[in-house]
């Protein structure tokens, strides 16, 4: 299977399940208002968002190589950068997808989530089947962040090789990647503005503590 079909797979899951955060998120707050649920569901929903942020913020120096010359200029820099910060961004999204399920797992034992309102009873199910397979079933969410930024050290490598070769040729085999990848990050650095936006709302910071 293709490093770049691979990369592509693990950002649509990444983006699929911002989305189902967000918008069970969006449900949620209009329906249940300040108080000891909410503040808890929250802070687990920043945590999401701060994970999605791990995505973008280690990702977006190579957006900067948008050209011939800012690639020929700036590539070796940007992959330094990558392989010595990515492992410790994968622990980061670990550390951080833990923390959500650990307040999940609080959040379903109190009373308000064990409502038999219709609307909030079919979220709280979206909330529990999303949670069950993303984050808490080996933490699938935070493996398809680990299989991204691990396997592009494998692309990465075969441009760098291509480039002390022929420059030109290495920018359009990077360049045909990383538009790829250009436009799934765009998506998802745009839903989690909006997901901030929901949490800002209620008086959650950008950081979850």
């Known amino acids: 299977m293709g ?6 797979k693990e ?11 967000a ?8 329906e249940i208002g300040p108080g000891p649920f909410s503040t808890l569901f929250n802070t687990l929903m920043a945590r999401m ?5 791990v995505v973008t913020d280690t990702l977006q120096p190579f957006m900067t190589l948008d050209s011939e010359a800012t690639f020929n200029s700036g590539f070796d820099a940007v992959i330094t950068s990558y392989r010595g910060t990515y492992l410790r961004q994968i622990s980061k999204a670990r550390t951080l997808t833990v923390d959500a399920y650990d307040d999940y797992e609080h959040l379903v034992c109190m ?9 909030l009873k079919r979220t709280f199910a979206r909330l529990a089947e999303l949670t069950d397979k993303w984050i808490a079933n080996d933490y ?3 493996m398809s962040i680990d299989t991204l930024f691990k396997m592009l050290p494998r692309l990465l490598q075969e441009i760098e090789d291509m480039k002390t070769k022929d420059p030109a040729d290495a920018y359009l ?7 790829d990848i250009d436009s799934h990050l765009a998506l998802i650095r745009r839903q989690n503005a909006q997901f901030r936006g929901l949490l800002r709302k209620v008086g959650i910071a950008e950081e979850a503590d």
Request: aromatic share 14%; charged share 15%.
């Open 173 to 179: 085999i990077y360049q045909a990647a990383f538009d």
């Open 111 to 119: 009373r308000e989530a064990k409502t038999g309102y219709p609307l």
């Open 11 to 21: 950002l649509g899951n990444i983006a699929a399940t911002q989305t189902e955060f």
């Open 49 to 53: 968002a701060d994970t999605y942020a």
């Open 23 to 30: 918008a069970i998120t969006r449900t949620i707050n209009g």
């Open 3 to 8: 490093i770049e079909f691979v990369v592509t």
């Open 140 to 142: 699938w969410l935070a």
